[in-house]
């Protein structure tokens, strides 16, 4: 007898729904103020930023607002969990940066942060 996980299950009914139904776009967005001001507040709290406070500011809004327009909030949650397992926190730069979206956002920020 062939035994299917719960996870495959879900996943199948997923697909059928989503091709059932098609979207002209699915769009993540993180509209929650909390979050974003969190984020943000993180962000700053680094305990230095080589170029200045305002380099600081700038690359801090430029991330917070590149993961309020690409990200959902699902997203995010799930790495902010997965940096909160990690005990150690000189992982969390590998964390952080194996996720594709937010090492391009950290890319694109820092260049921009860097040419003003």
């Known amino acids: ?19 059932a139904f098609p979207s002209p776009e699915i769009k993540a967005e993180i509209t929650n103020k909390a979050i974003l001001s969190n984020a943000f507040n993180d962000c700053l709290e680094q305990d ?35 940096l909160q397992e990690e005990e150690n926190t000189k992982k969390h730069s590998k964390i952080l940066l194996s996720n594709k979206k937010i090492k391009e956002y950290i890319v694109d920020c820092m260049t921009s942060a860097f040419e003003q």
């Open 48 to 82: 230095s930023y080589p170029n200045g406070v305002g380099t600081q500011y700038a690359y801090c809004g430029c991330f917070v607002n590149k993961i309020s327009k690409g990200m959902s909030t699902r997203e995010f949650i799930n790495i902010g969990l997965t």
């Open 1 to 19: 007898m062939i035994k299917f996980s719960a996870n495959l299950i879900k996943k199948t009914i997923f697909i059928f729904v989503m091709g």
